[in-house]
Nanobody
């Protein structure tokens, strides 16, 4: 089970930090990712991190502004979001890549999903 928290309303230029707490199994061996979905849009890749935390990947739209990290001892993944823009408004989902099939950059490459947390950036 994955549970996201930390979403909310923030003004453009502000920051938010999202957390994803995993339970039921140990996710330290697996890539974890963050995706987002705005109304009327498909779910899109935001960032991903390897099991050790040594490799990270970002969508071009968030590179330099967002940072993904993890704390395996707490079975938790984080997404620090800085310099937020109105176009970052979306429901943000945490996901775990267990079977390691499919693309790391696509939602189909992930097997477990959280319920999502709303992030709203006002202009």
């Amino acid at each position: 089970q994955l549970v996201e928290s930390g979403g909310g309303l923030v003004q453009a230029g502000g920051s938010l930090s999202l957390s994803c707490a995993a339970s039921g199994r140990t996710f330290s061996n697996y890539f974890m990712g963050w995706f987002r979905q705005a109304p009327g849009n498909e779910r899109e890749f935001v960032a991903s991190i390897s099991g050790s935390g040594g490799s990270t990947y970002y969508a071009d739209s968030v590179k330099g502004r967002f940072t993904i990290s993890r704390e395996n001892a707490k079975n938790t993944v984080y997404l620090q979001m800085n310099s937020l823009k109105p176009e970052d408004t979306a429901v943000y989902f945490c996901a775990a890549r267990i079977r390691r099939s499919g693309s790391l950059w696509q939602s189909t490459g992930y097997d477990y999903w959280g319920q999502g947390t709303q992030v709203t950036v006002s202009s």
